[in-house]
């Protein structure tokens, strides 16, 4: 197996040996948002990071596994009020897969999954696994990244911590920054979120919520609107370089471990 991961780094003669059917190809994308005043705004550093770290794993397990080039801007959201931020269309999104997919599956490269650092780019993922899944039987699996850390942080840090730290601009992508990009963490400007965000006289419940008589409603509210600081519902103070390098290996065990037993074996209809 040749020591290169990266697809970007093959040479095209690389590619024709090396991205065979057996290879498993693992497609990192993210956003460039605010990610707390304190963070760097592109997520997608740490998603590409991360692929790099499951398809390490996977490698050890046998598996051929490559690393496709990031995408590193997200589907649009509340985030798009971040200053210097760049989001693109849910269609713009959808198209980019959508290529992917055709450009990949045209040279049997078959065996996909899609490793996720941003909320917003579930729909596009979705509606475009569906539809390869449908008229060309692709069964490509979507690996967010942050949902599966908030399932495990409670094991990993205890659950009264996991509570207190975990939320956008917290735990985990701060710690998981910490782990991997230190130097481009603002320790200065780590502080607790603010409370008590009102717009047009009701409380703000999230990005994209008030709440009213006990219930969230969904409402057009900017991520800026609900927080100053890009940080909601949670303590940053309390994320750590120990949390980030706990909740990576995790994240590369549960990832290696899906590509060895299902993904590499071959998931198509």
């Known amino acids: 197996m040749i020591e290169k991961i990266r697809i970007a780094e093959l040479t095209s003669e690389e590619a024709r040996q090396e991205l065979t059917s057996e290879a498993v190809v693992l497609l990192p994308m993210g956003s460039l948002e605010d990610q707390g005043i304190h963070a760097p705004m592109g997520d997608y550093l740490a998603a590409d990071l991360m692929a790099m770290e499951i398809a390490k794993a996977a490698r050890a397990d046998g598996v051929p596994t490559f690393v496709a080039p990031v995408i590193p801007f997200g589907g649009k959201d509340y985030f798009e009020s971040s200053h210097g931020g760049i989001s693109i269309s849910h269609a713009t999104l959808c198209g980019i897969l959508d290529d992917m997919f055709g450009c990949l599956n045209r040279h049997g490269i078959r065996k996909l999954m899609i490793v996720n650092g941003h909320g917003g780019n579930v729909?596009?993922?979705?509606?475009?696994?569906?539809?390869?899944?449908?008229?060309?039987?692709?069964?490509?699996?979507?690996?967010?990244?942050?949902?599966?850390?908030?399932?495990?942080?409670?094991?990993?840090?205890?659950?009264?911590?996991?509570?207190?730290?975990?939320?956008?601009?917290?735990?985990?992508?701060?710690?998981?920054?910490?782990?991997?990009?230190?130097?481009?963490?603002?320790?200065?400007?780590?502080?607790?979120?603010?409370?008590?965000?009102?717009?047009?006289?009701?409380?703000?419940?999230?990005?994209?919520?008030?709440?009213?008589?006990?219930?969230?409603?969904?409402?057009?509210?900017?991520?800026?609107?609900?927080?100053?600081?890009?940080?909601?519902?949670?303590?940053?103070?309390?994320?750590?370089?120990?949390?980030?390098?706990?909740?990576?290996?995790?994240?590369?065990?549960?990832?290696?471990?899906?590509?060895?037993?299902?993904?590499?074996k071959g998931l198509h209809d």
């Not at 008589?213 to 949670?234: H, N, R, S, V, W």
Request: net charge negative.
């Open 123 to 264: 729909p596009a993922i979705t509606e475009v696994a569906l539809r390869w899944r449908q008229k060309a039987g692709l069964f490509v699996p979507s690996m967010y990244l942050w949902q599966v850390a908030y399932g495990q942080l409670p094991a990993l840090i205890g659950a009264e911590k996991a509570k207190a730290s975990s939320g956008h601009g917290g735990d985990p992508l701060t710690s998981v920054g910490l782990h991997f990009y230190p130097d481009l963490i603002r320790k200065d400007l780590v502080r607790e979120a603010p409370t008590g965000s009102t717009i047009k006289g009701m409380a703000i419940g999230g990005f994209s919520s008030i709440e009213y008589d006990g219930a969230k409603i969904q409402a057009p509210i900017e991520a800026l609107e609900a927080t100053e600081t890009g940080a909601y519902a949670c303590n940053p103070t309390l994320c750590s370089a120990e949390t980030g390098d706990v909740l990576v290996a995790r994240l590369a065990e549960i990832g290696a471990g899906l590509v060895r037993d299902h993904v590499a």
